[in-house]
């Protein structure tokens, strides 16, 4: 048996299944990943570790503004593709009893292509967050000269809705995904380089917890030597065959 077919057999015998992604997932819409290259990795000379972090925030918000205004001009012009449409219809067709897509991605494909109610665990790049009173709103409700955009409800400025470096993540979406990943029998995990804390966790879990972990990507990275299949392709490649059973 090849390691395609002994990871759709796995996944046909599972009734819980979580799929971790990361950026590779995107990657054939088009939206450039942080370390596989590709050209968002830096800007205006700027590396993005620079740009989406919690001190920028303090220190120059219009730039961070204009800096994820650019990044949703680039996802505004990508469609979801086959790995993300494979993900959705694994979940609508309804044949596991619990289905957990949890994702690190901002850019909104997944709900794009039809995933219900991702865990999307460091945030969405379409929303914008008050500074001080935590309200949340749909930038498609914001002017796109209104920056920083003012918030409707205490008039402080807000920020895009997205989880920075050294800044903590929504503890509830973290401890669902973490349940989950406790729970799961196959824990697949896509495009994701798997350096960042506190989501490289989450297959750490799962295989500690009994599950098969199935990996999808074509690079090998930190998490291939935990994995029980590493399958070396793209998203877009292997998920249509890994879950279209
Ligand atoms: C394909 C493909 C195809 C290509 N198909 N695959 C030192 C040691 C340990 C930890 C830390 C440390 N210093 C700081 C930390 C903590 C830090 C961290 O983990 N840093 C590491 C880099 C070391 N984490 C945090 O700060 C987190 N918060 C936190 O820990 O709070 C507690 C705390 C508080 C105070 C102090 C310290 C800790 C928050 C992390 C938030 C991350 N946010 C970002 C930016 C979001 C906004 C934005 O978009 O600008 O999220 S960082 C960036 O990385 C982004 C991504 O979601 C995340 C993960 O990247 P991902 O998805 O894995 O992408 P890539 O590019 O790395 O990999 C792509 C993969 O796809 C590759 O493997 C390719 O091969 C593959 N691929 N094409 C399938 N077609």
């Known amino acids: 048996m090849n390691a395609i077919e002994e990871a759709v057999e796995r996944i046909a015998s599972a009734t819980r299944v979580l799929i971790l992604t990361g950026a590779g997932v995107s990657a054939e819409s088009g939206v450039p990943t942080f370390r596989g290259g590709g050209t968002s990795t830096a800007w205006r000379g700027m590396p993005f570790e620079q740009l989406s972090s919690a001190e920028m925030v303090k220190r120059d918000l219009p730039l961070v503004w204009e800096w ?55 945030g969405n790049i379409h929303q914008a967050r008050c500074l ?28 895009p809705h997205v989880v920075l470096f050294f800044e903590g993540l929504n503890e509830d979406d973290l401890l669902a995904a973490y349940e989950k990943a406790a729970r799961c029998e196959v824990c697949i995990v896509v495009g994701t380089s798997a350096v960042v804390y506190p989501a490289n966790m989450i297959p750490q879990i799962a295989k500690r917890e009994g599950a098969t972990v199935v990996e999808v990507n074509p690079e090998e990275t930190e998490l291939s030597p935990l994995v029980d299949v590493s399958l070396r392709g793209t998203a877009g490649e292997v ?7």
């Open 132 to 159: 001080s009173c935590g309200h949340l709103a749909s930038l498609s409700e914001i002017p796109n000269d209104e920056r920083p955009p003012v918030c409707p409800e205490c008039f402080d400025s807000m920020r």
């Open 68 to 122: 994820f205004d650019y990044r949703r001009s680039v996802v505004a012009g990508c469609e979801p593709n086959a790995g993300h449409k494979a993900i959705a219809d694994a979940q609508i067709s309804g044949r596991f009893q619990e289905f957990t897509l949890v994702t690190q991605n901002i850019d909104g494909l997944h709900r794009a292509a039809g995933s219900i109610d991702p865990i999307e665990l460091h």
């Open 239 to 245: 998920l249509p065959r890994l879950l279209g059973a």
